[in-house]
């Protein structure tokens, strides 16, 4: 079997309801899908890795509480920035919580560099399926809380 990393760069054709998700988290459901628990786990500590490092421009404000994502049982701090009507998220994150900076590298991946109105359009089931997938249902509700932070960072975005 290929690679789990390799499987998620490839072009999958996906029916998707509504058309709501981007193209690479439409891939990244339908691989997760597909690993079993080994590679999924494997999966998961690539993408942990992975994790960008926060820019210096937001390392001073990382302690701030408006930055902070407090329904997150582990301390995540999250920033975006608009280029061009293009979002871009940035967060801090421990590196002993792997299994959040693999979640929220997920995320990043797959939101950054979109317009704000796509962001927006993830469907509200998104995290929960894609925890179905990980078989990390326990860590649903942070990620939902960290989504519904990008998508208010959207709404602000559009709103500038």
Same mark, same amino acid.
């Given at each position: 079997?290929?690679?789990?990393?390799?499987?998620?760069?490839?072009?999958?054709?996906?029916?998707?309801?509504?058309?709501?998700?981007?193209?690479?988290?439409?891939? +990244?459901?339908?691989?997760?899908?597909?690993?079993?628990?080994?590679?999924?786990?494997?999966?998961?500590?690539?993408?942990?890795?992975?994790?960008?490092?926060?820019?210096?421009?937001?390392?001073?404000?990382?302690?701030?509480?408006?930055?902070? +994502?407090?329904?997150?049982?582990?301390?995540?701090?999250?920033?975006?920035?608009?280029?061009?009507?293009?979002?871009?998220?940035?967060?801090?994150?421990?590196? *002993?919580?792997?299994?959040?900076?693999?979640?929220?590298?997920?995320?990043?991946?797959?939101?950054?560099?979109?317009?704000?109105?796509?962001?927006?359009?993830?469907?509200?089931?998104? +995290?929960?399926?894609?925890?179905? *997938?990980?078989?990390?249902?326990?860590?649903?509700?942070?990620?939902?809380?960290?989504?519904?932070?990008?998508?208010?960072?959207?709404?602000?975005?559009?709103?500038?």
């Amino acid at each position: 079997m290929p690679h789990p990393l390799a499987l998620v760069g490839q072009a999958l054709v996906t029916e998707n309801a509504g058309g709501s998700l981007t193209p690479e988290l439409e891939r +990244v459901l339908e691989t997760f899908s597909r690993l079993g628990r080994e590679q999924t786990m494997q999966a998961l500590v690539e993408y942990a890795n992975r994790f960008p490092e926060l820019p210096e421009r937001f390392a001073a404000l990382a302690a701030s509480e408006e930055h902070k +994502v407090h329904e997150c049982m582990t301390p995540v701090a999250l920033f975006s920035e608009v280029d061009d009507g293009r979002i871009r998220f940035y967060a801090d994150v421990p590196r *002993n919580a792997p299994t959040i900076r693999a979640l929220l590298s997920i995320l990043m991946s797959g939101l950054n560099d979109h317009p704000a109105e796509e962001v927006l359009a993830i469907p509200a089931d998104f +995290v929960s399926r894609l925890m179905r *997938n990980v078989g990390l249902s326990t860590r649903e509700r942070g990620l939902q809380a960290i989504l519904a932070r990008m998508k208010r960072h959207a709404r602000e975005a559009l709103a500038a």
